[in-house]
């Protein structure tokens, strides 16, 4: 045999396949093991960015709803309140009129009554007037504009946005929980593969390399099952 | 001579290992910091809508609740008294036509008290002939004392944080090519007959994953 031809330790020497087996056995599980952990920190980082995003919009849309609500119920009670205001003009008068007594001045009453019968027409269409805020207001934001216009359907609409927001944020959150104990995982069958390369091939090492094998299958499986379900 | 190849390939499978935990290490790490300045921006973004939120809320209630209603009763006021006063042009007994004039003389000259002991007479930019209120416009001038408050885009700030946090990401990504190279490195350790291929594979998945890194970086 020519002294340059390389050749496998495990064929010059059969009686020690099995030390052979068990280091590649070893290798393997190191192997896939930091293969493993650099994908699954992508998909912990991917899982924790969306349940964030998640989160943020559900805040976010929450405050939209109690600003649109709070907005527009301002507007709401004025225009309620100068609403009964304006009525109130035209009972007064109707008031005046069927309250008047012998001797007293009826005409003047017959009068103030006509009198607040047109001020109270006049002042429903200004009530009408100032609860209206047209689209383009100049000077005044969109936003703020269109939450003062807003109504309870449109609140019905950023409610549902709102809680699927909060539900994407709910299943990223479950996954990114499960990702990192399949992280966990994969850090615990590296360690018992580290093990089983200080023990070496015998029956500690074995049973410390199957414990770590079973481990990373399982944190592998566990991982496919938490993404594509 | 084959000892000493041997003990080569084995430093080269020690370096390749070594190169490739460094860099997903690194990438990771740098990767990590990208996402937390995300976390920032979105927090950030939650804050800015709050805080805007508020100045609506406090703006609409202001105006809405303080300013028009007494823009109300001073209109109210006014034009009562304008009725009264056409009632009493049209009235021919003299004494319900004094009467009916002093009705509008009190409820014009309440008018004018509302207006000037609440402040509505001091902008009288937003009565108008009607009369009416410009409601819409006092809101607008309210809402633009505060420029910043009214300028908080929550949405542009909620961007900027996505943003960082997809660099983040495919930072994340980008090092799983290095850690496919522990992957080769590792094999090679143990498969001899494979170490040949493995070790080149190795050091380009190193290159690649670096590469990916580099133009995530120039990307965003």
Same mark, same amino acid.
């Given at each position: 045999?020519?002294? %340059?031809?390389?050749?496998?330790?495990? %064929?010059?020497?059969?009686?020690?396949?099995?030390?052979?087996?068990?280091?590649?056995?070893?290798?393997?599980?190191?192997?896939?093991?930091?293969?493993?952990?650099?994908?699954?920190?992508?998909?912990?980082?991917?899982?924790?960015?969306?349940?964030? %995003?998640?989160?943020?919009?559900?805040?976010?849309?929450?405050?939209?709803?109690?600003?649109?609500?709070?907005?527009?119920?301002?507007?709401?009670?004025?225009?309620?309140?100068?609403?009964?205001?304006?009525?109130?003009?035209?009972?007064?008068?109707?008031?005046?009129?069927?309250?008047?007594?012998?001797?007293?001045?009826?005409?003047?009453?017959?009068?103030?009554?006509?009198?607040?019968?047109?001020?109270?027409?006049?002042?429903?269409?200004?009530?009408?007037?100032?609860?209206?805020?047209?689209?383009?207001?100049?000077?005044?934001?969109?936003?703020?504009?269109?939450?003062?216009?807003?109504?309870?359907?449109?609140?019905?609409?950023?409610?549902?946005?709102?809680?699927?927001?909060?539900?994407?944020?709910? /299943?990223?959150?479950? /996954?990114?929980?499960?990702?990192?104990?399949?992280?966990?995982?994969?850090?615990?069958?590296?360690?018992?593969?580290?093990?089983?390369?200080?023990?070496?091939?015998?029956?500690?090492?074995?049973?410390?390399?199957?414990?770590?094998?079973?481990?990373?299958?399982?944190?592998?499986?566990?991982?496919?099952?938490?993404?594509?379900? | 001579?084959?000892?000493?190849?041997?003990?080569?390939?084995?430093?080269?499978?020690?370096?390749?290992?070594?190169?490739?935990?460094?860099?997903?290490?690194?990438?990771?790490?740098?990767?990590?910091?990208?996402?937390?300045?995300?976390?920032?921006?979105?927090?950030?973004?939650?804050?800015?809508?709050?805080?805007?939120?508020?100045?609506?809320? @406090?703006?609409?209630?202001?105006?809405?609740?303080?300013?028009?209603?007494?823009? *109300?009763?001073?209109?109210?006021?006014?034009?009562?008294?304008? @009725?009264?006063?056409?009632?009493?042009?049209? =009235?021919?007994?003299?004494?319900?036509?004094?009467?009916?004039?002093?009705?509008?003389?009190?409820?014009?000259?309440?008018?004018?008290?509302? =207006?000037?002991?609440?402040?509505?007479?001091?902008?009288?930019?937003?009565?108008?002939?009607?009369?009416?209120?410009?409601?819409?416009?006092?809101?607008?001038?309210?809402?633009?004392?505060?420029?910043?408050?009214?300028?908080?885009?929550?949405?542009?700030?909620?961007?900027?944080?996505?943003?960082?946090? @997809?660099?983040?990401?495919?930072? *994340?990504?980008?090092?799983?090519?290095?850690?496919?190279?522990?992957?080769?490195?590792?094999?090679?350790?143990?498969?001899?007959?494979?170490?040949?291929?493995?070790?080149?594979?190795?050091?380009?998945?190193?290159?690649?994953?670096?590469?990916?890194?580099?133009?995530?970086?120039?990307?965003?």
């Amino acid at each position: 045999m020519s002294p %340059h031809t390389h050749i496998e330790l495990e %064929h010059a020497m059969p009686e020690i396949d099995s030390g052979t087996r068990f280091r590649k056995w070893v290798t393997v599980l190191v192997g896939i093991a930091a293969a493993t952990a650099g994908v699954l920190a992508f998909a912990e980082a991917e899982a924790n960015r969306q349940k964030e %995003h998640g989160l943020v919009e559900s805040a976010r849309d929450a405050q939209q709803i109690f600003v649109r609500l709070g907005a527009n119920t301002q507007l709401l009670q004025f225009s309620g309140n100068a609403t009964r205001e304006a009525l109130a003009v035209t009972l007064q008068g109707a008031a005046r009129v069927r309250s008047s007594k012998p001797g007293q001045p009826r005409a003047f009453a017959i009068a103030v009554a006509q009198a607040d019968m047109q001020a109270s027409a006049r002042l429903l269409a200004v009530v009408k007037q100032m609860g209206a805020v047209p689209a383009h207001t100049s000077g005044l934001d969109p936003r703020t504009a269109d939450a003062v216009r807003s109504s309870v359907a449109s609140a019905k609409a950023l409610l549902a946005k709102q809680n699927a927001a909060a539900e994407a944020a709910d /299943r990223w959150a479950t /996954r990114q929980e499960y990702t990192i104990f399949a992280l966990g995982l994969v850090a615990i069958a590296v360690a018992l593969a580290g093990l089983a390369g200080l023990m070496g091939v015998g029956r500690p090492g074995r049973i410390a390399a199957a414990t770590g094998s079973i481990a990373l299958v399982f944190a592998i499986v566990w991982s496919a099952v938490t993404f594509l379900t | 001579m084959a000892e000493a190849q041997g003990h080569e390939t084995h430093t080269s499978s020690a370096v390749l290992l070594a190169v490739a935990a460094v860099l997903a290490a690194g990438i990771g790490a740098y990767a990590a910091a990208v996402g937390d300045e995300g976390s920032d921006r979105w927090h950030d973004a939650v804050r800015a809508e709050i805080k805007y939120g508020a100045g609506v809320i @406090e703006d609409t209630r202001f105006v809405y609740q303080e300013i028009a209603p007494q823009a *109300f009763q001073v209109i109210s006021a006014t034009v009562q008294g304008q @009725e009264l006063s056409r009632q009493a042009r049209r =009235a021919r007994d003299p004494s319900v036509r004094a009467l009916l004039q002093g009705e509008a003389g009190a409820q014009e000259l309440l008018g004018r008290f509302v =207006a000037q002991r609440s402040g509505i007479a001091r902008q009288p930019q937003y009565l108008r002939p009607g009369p009416t209120y410009a409601t819409a416009r006092r809101l607008a001038a309210e809402r633009n004392r505060h420029p910043a408050l009214v300028t908080l885009d929550a949405g542009e700030v909620e961007h900027e944080g996505s943003q960082l946090k @997809e660099q983040s990401s495919l930072l *994340f990504a980008s090092a799983i090519p290095a850690a496919f190279a522990f992957l080769c490195g590792a094999l090679a350790h143990g498969f001899g007959t494979w170490r040949r291929r493995l070790l080149p594979l190795g050091f380009a998945l190193c290159a690649a994953s670096l590469i990916l890194a580099l133009i995530v970086e120039l990307s965003f």
